[in-house]
């Protein structure tokens, strides 16, 4: 018997992960200005701090040669520099510095994602950032944990609390 197994990407496609959501990218305490990894929904992201200590997700691939931008340092301000080159980009993506360039390639850039901070937590946005809405993070004025017994919603929201939340998946 012959066991022919294509892969084809047209025939044999896997469905991705919604991207037109928020999801949690890691604890805010873990987020520093120190670059790190985290992988969310199937894409590689850096993660660090603003000297102003704003969150910022950038994807972790430099646009010259893919080298983790995770494993690059923070510079002044809102900067993140890719260790293999040296190219600095700044936190929206956009190329600000490539060494032994007077000018800089306008297609230099990385893709970044809106980033909100709440509930202790650090979301990403994923998706078509004109459709990111910070507000979206309503909360139940009530919550159930589950053994049903409805309770008030606690004033420090917990990892393993349930919380209500409005949804739109489009």
Not at 2 to 21: A, H, I
Not at 74 to 97: E, F, M, W
Not at 108 to 130: K, M
Not at 145 to 152: D, V
Request: overall charge positive; some cysteine; proline content about 8%.
């Amino acid at each position: 018997m012959t066991d022919v197994r294509t892969q084809s990407s047209t025939t044999n496609k896997v469905l991705g992960y919604p991207l037109n959501v928020w999801y949690v990218a890691a604890w805010d305490k873990e987020v520093t200005r120190k670059p790190m990894s985290r992988k969310v929904a199937g894409r590689p992201l850096a993660l660090y701090r603003t000297e102003g200590g704003k969150a910022v997700a950038l994807a972790d691939a430099c646009w010259h040669r893919l080298a983790p931008l995770s494993m690059g340092k923070t510079l002044a301000k809102d900067q993140i520099q890719c260790p293999y080159h040296g190219i600095v980009y700044n936190s929206a993506g956009r190329c600000v510095s490539m060494p032994a360039q007077e000018t800089i390639n306008p297609s230099a850039t990385v893709p970044s994602f809106p980033v909100v901070e709440r509930h202790r937590y650090v979301w990403v946005w994923l998706g078509d950032p004109t459709k990111a809405d910070p507000d979206w993070f309503r909360t139940c004025t009530s919550w159930t944990p589950r053994n049903g017994q409805e309770m008030a919603k606690p004033s420090t929201p917990r990892a393993t609390s349930s919380w209500c939340w409005t949804t739109s998946w489009t």
